[in-house]
């Protein structure tokens, strides 16, 4: 969009639909002193307000993240680091793989 001009009815502009989740060309339905007010996306036809291109911040339910943070305490070692590291190493040959084999031989 040009700064140099005001916003008209039916300019294609780019937007945030809250339909499709992603910044989509838009048509101007409707604008208030010269600037877009409410916006149609071309792809589902969707009308809403003008978000000047900004996705609205992600729900954060802090009951959700409370429990989840009491079983994270629970847990045993949570304050510490914890690797994984392999005892041995796996065979190469697995019972299933030596099988199939055993089946082509046949």
């Known amino acids: 969009m040009l700064d140099s001009r005001e916003t008209r009815l039916g300019d294609i502009i780019d937007d945030f639909c809250v339909k499709c989740k ?7 339905v409707s604008t208030l002193e010269g600037k877009p007010a409410k916006v149609r996306c071309r792809t589902c036809y969707n009308d809403h307000d003008y978000r000047h291109e900004l996705a609205p911040p992600p729900k954060v339910d802090p009951r959700k993240a409370a429990l989840f943070q009491q079983v994270l305490e629970k847990l045993p070692g949570a304050g510490e680091a914890v690797v994984d590291q392999p005892d041995e190493v796996a065979p190469a040959a697995t019972p299933a793989a030596s099988k199939a084999k055993s089946k082509k031989a046949k």
């Open 22 to 28: 992603r910044i989509m060309n838009h048509a101007v």
